[in-house]
């Protein structure tokens, strides 16, 4: 009897837990906005696939404190997007990505339903005028380096392929980099004949990235479509 008073009474706490979650409200408010230069979003490696966040929130408030941070991703097209409750937060950006000057200053921001914030950075270099070409089995890539930071320098630019849209120095089956290169208008050349792995893709997926030396990320042109 003793046994089977102390399975109701352990079952009766599971099931009064259980309706105390049910009961427990979710985050419904959408926080979410890009990072940008001079209002244009940024090319950007996606982050949330290899749960590698670009930034932190932290709710303020003695009643957060044990909470820690809550990781924001980002996507390809510089966006990111994140359910929260309603309150105050200061937003930080990691000191160790992205590619551009590090912005040390904390963003105060008021969420109270939806909410779109743009986080203004300083790339060290943007990529403009992108034209992707496949022909023969060669991708072709013409573009032109922008210099933003007077001081920085190109460490690479590398053109990434990938059997998705996802295309970045991560997610990638295959890659050429170039280097010694200065600011301007390039054309760059990959040849894929030799390479059976992109043969044996279906879809073929193309972007090209540069480094900069002062950085760790690099910023990208848009995703092209090869097949």
Not at 9 to 15: A, K, R, V
Not at 74 to 83: A, I
Not at 104 to 119: C, R, S, Y
Not at 201 to 212: D, E, N, P, S
Request: some cysteine; overall charge negative.
């Amino acid at each position: 009897m003793k046994n089977i008073n102390s399975l109701i009474l352990i079952l009766g706490l599971f099931l009064v837990t259980g309706c105390e979650l049910d009961n427990f409200d979710e985050p419904k408010s959408e926080f979410k906005g890009r990072f940008v230069y001079e209002g244009e979003a940024l090319q950007l490696r996606g982050t949330a696939y290899d749960n590698d966040c670009m930034m932190y929130a932290y709710q303020e408030g003695p009643e957060y404190e044990d909470r820690g941070a809550i990781n924001l991703f980002v996507n390809s097209d510089g966006e990111f997007n994140s359910l929260m409750y309603d309150g105050f937060y200061k937003i930080v950006l990691r000191q160790d990505r992205g590619p551009w000057i590090p912005r040390k200053d904390t963003i105060e921001v008021n969420i109270k339903g939806n909410q779109i914030l743009d986080v203004e950075v300083t790339p060290y270099f943007l990529i403009k005028d992108t034209e992707i070409d496949f022909q023969n089995k060669v991708v072709k890539v013409k573009c032109k380096i922008n210099q933003m930071v007077e001081t920085a320098s190109i460490d690479r630019a590398v053109i990434y392929i990938s059997k998705t849209k996802l295309v970045d120095n991560v997610a990638k089956i295959a890659e050429k980099s170039f280097t010694n290169l200065t600011p301007g208008e390039h054309e760059f050349t990959f040849d894929l004949n030799d390479n059976g792995v992109t043969d044996a893709a279906k879809f073929l997926y193309a972007r090209i990235g540069v480094k900069a030396r002062e950085g760790n990320d690099y910023i990208f042109s848009e995703v092209t479509q090869l097949r």
